[in-house]
Each structure stands twice: as C-alpha cells, then as structure tokens.
C-alpha cells in the first residue's frame, strides 16, 4: 500500500475538482456557483442582484425564479416568513444543490 502526502493546496484543488459547478443567471448576466452547502448571496451580487442583509431579514434580493428552482435547497424560515410566491427566493438564503452545468436563471 502506498502512502501519499498532500498538502494545503493538492486539498484545495481536490476539493474544487470534487464540487460539482452550475450557473446562476438573469437575463444580462451570469456567472458559476458550486454545490458547496454556501449560499448564494455572493453569487448574487455578481449578477447585479442586491443583498443587504444576508440574512433573509429585508428580502431586497427576492428574485423570482424563471427555471433551475429544484437546483436550489428548500425554503428557510425566512423565506416562508415573508410569504414569498411558490417561484419567488430569497437569493441570501437559497443554496445550490444542483450538478455541473444546472442552471438556476433568476429575474428581479
């Protein structure tokens, strides 16, 4: 049996090769997200989507979903809180949970 030593990069990049890569968008911009259990705020501001809080408490980055939601965790406390529409998320507190290449396409 061999044994081999790794460091703090070599398990850097092994685990962005293990995290599977999608893509969240409007109708202007997009930019990748990863299946990381993050969520998706700082995704978000890459594409012109407003986050104030980050925590689901002023819902400025309700987006409504127009394809990919079942690429994307339940609803949060936050969220149901807010009465949001079934298609409406509050991108601070949506995760990806999707696979390489599942696009979640958003509209504000």
């Known amino acids: 049996m061999a044994i081999i ?4 990069s070599d398990i850097i990049n092994l685990h962005r ?3 599977t890569m ?3 968008k409007n109708e202007f911009e997009e930019t990748k997200i990863e299946n990381n259990g993050e969520f998706l705020d700082e995704a978000a ?3 012109d989507v407003p986050i104030s809080c980050g925590d689901g408490n002023c819902s400025s ?8 939601g079942e690429f994307l965790s339940p609803k ?13 998320r509050m ?3 949506c995760k990806f949970i999707g696979g390489d290449d599942d696009v979640v396409e958003v509209d504000q």
């Open 76 to 88: 949060t406390e936050a969220e149901i809180e807010f009465m949001l529409e079934d298609n409406e």
């Open 61 to 68: 980055c309700v987006c409504e979903i127009i394809s990919g």
């Open 22 to 24: 999608g893509i969240l």
């Open 5 to 8: 030593a790794l460091n703090d």
């Open 91 to 93: 991108l601070c507190q």
């Open 17 to 19: 090769e293990i995290l």
């Open 45 to 47: 501001s890459e594409i």
